[in-house]
């Protein structure tokens, strides 16, 4: 640049660009694979994945969730506590948002974009399977 003078065309795109069309970046690939990982340590990766698809539910119609309707909803039982700690990893990684007070769950543009590289892995994952039994 020329002078003292910072104008618009110098600012880089990840601080020119709303935060929601910038999380899907290549900068964020290593976030959701990350997350991914995280997930799929513990014997959890069906409940997450559950939990996520209920939250992606709600985001259509544009309302955040309680544990009581996510509960609920779960195809298995999880006590209180267990939901809780579910919640906590899932907005450990960014994957959620957890409402103060009564202001509910709802699931954010990474919880969103690891929900699909989720199921598509654990699709590759039950095809190799399939094809290792054969």
Known sequence: MEGNKVIKDHMPDQI???QETSNL???SLSEIEE???FLKRGSF?????????ILTIYKKQETSVGRGIIQEMLPYF?????LKHR????NKVNCIKVGVRKQGTEITELGIEVL?????SMTSTDRKAVI???
């Open 16 to 18: 020119l660009l709303p």
């Open 25 to 27: 970046t290549n900068d």
């Open 35 to 37: 997350a991914i990982i």
């Open 45 to 53: 990766a069906e409940g997450y994945k559950a939990i996520l698809k």
């Open 78 to 82: 999880l006590s209180d506590s267990q």
């Open 87 to 90: 919640l906590s990893m899932l």
């Open 116 to 120: 699909s590289r989720f199921e598509d």
């Open 132 to 134: 290792s039994f054969k």
